[in-house]
C-alpha cells in the first residue's frame, strides 16, 4: 500500500518539477491508469488525478481503453473526491472510446 501511495506522490513531484519524466505513462496499461486514478483521488491529489485521466483519455484516442474497463472508468470518476478535471477527462476518454467501438 506504501509504494502505490509512493507513486501518487512521485508523480506529483514529478509534475511540479518535470513533467517529461512521466512520458512513460504513455504506455501505461488501463487497468494501470484507471488503478492510478482511483488512488490519486482517494488522496485528494487533484493534479494526479487530472494526469492520470489525460494519459487515460490518451489511451482511448489510441483505442487503448477496451471496453471491459468502461464500467471501472465509470465508478472511478463518480467518486465523490475526483477532481472535475479529471471527471471531464474520464467522460471524453469514455466517449473516445465508444466512438472507436465496434459495437
Known sequence: MAEQHDEVE???AA??????????YNSASPAHLLDLL???CAACRADVSVFASSAL??????????HEH??????????????EAA?????????????????
Do not use: K
Not at 509534475?15 to 512513460?24: I, K, M, Y
Not at 468502461?70 to 477532481?83: F, H, I, M, R, Y
Not at 477527462?89 to 472510446?97: I, S
Open 38 to 40: 482511483a488512488r490519486a
Open 10 to 12: 512521485a508523480i506529483a
Open 57 to 66: 483519455l490518451a489511451a482511448a484516442r489510441r483505442g487503448a481503453l477496451p
Open 70 to 83: 468502461w464500467e471501472t472508468a465509470l465508478s472511478v470518476c463518480a467518486a465523490p473526491n475526483c477532481a
Open 15 to 24: 509534475l511540479a518539477s518535470d513533467p517529461r519524466a512521466l512520458e512513460a
Open 87 to 103: 471527471r471531464s477527462q474520464c467522460a471524453r476518454a469514455l466517449a473516445a472510446a465508444a466512438a472507436r467501438s465496434p459495437t
